[in-house]
């Protein structure tokens, strides 16, 4: 993380620098409490970490519901009175709530359609671009990965066999195992972003 070695830091260290990662994982009903508001789920985190005083967490709550373009009626709703595409915003909104500096979204457009894969997609580039915010994004999917990625890594058997700039690693002269997940890959979804 900003080029240190998080393994080779001391534990006290290690959490201290674990605090400015926060994740977001594929599929929102697991990772949302189902029995929570939405409202509560967005507060916890300011609770757990105590980082802002408490007559702060409805105004930084506010404020990651319209990051998150998310409407403040939902905020008394539970995670199942939500769409996909909702509660996935609501688990970045929460993932955001301590301003971390680098996000870890795993899978998390796998589980939605492909209208509301784009706008999350468009968003979480948003996102990366409005906050300076550092994003590890993790798919199969190639076709997202080339449109939001600045860099890429290939793993295989969990060791990293490929890895540059997108448009060097996406371009077909990689690694055989990159040329191989390039060749069976579908161009389908929609582009993202400003010029899309």
Do not use: C
């Amino acid at each position: 993380l900003d080029g240190a070695d998080l393994a080779g830091l001391s534990r006290s260290e290690r959490r201290r620098q674990r605090r400015r990662i926060q994740m977001v994982f594929q599929d929102p009903d697991a990772s949302l409490n189902p029995l929570h508001r939405i409202g509560t789920i967005l507060t916890e985190p300011l609770i757990v970490t105590g980082r802002l005083p408490p007559q702060a967490h409805a105004s930084r709550v506010e404020a990651l519901v319209h990051q998150e373009q998310l409407d403040p009626a939902l905020l008394p709703r539970r995670p199942r009175e939500l769409s996909g595409g909702q509660k996935q915003r609501v688990a970045i909104a929460r993932a955001l709530a301590l301003q971390p500096d680098l996000l870890i979204a795993d899978e998390v457009l796998a589980s939605l359609d492909v209208q509301t894969q784009a706008q999350i997609a468009a968003l979480l580039r948003a996102l990366v671009d409005s906050l300076g915010l550092g994003l590890l994004f993790i798919s199969h999917d190639l076709s997202m990965v080339e449109r939001l990625a600045d860099r890429v890594a290939v793993l295989k058997a969990g060791r990293i066999v490929d890895h540059g700039t997108t448009a060097a690693v996406l371009g077909g002269g990689g690694h055989a195992y990159t040329r191989e997940l390039l060749s069976a890959r579908l161009d389908w979804p929609p582009r993202v972003g400003p010029d899309a």
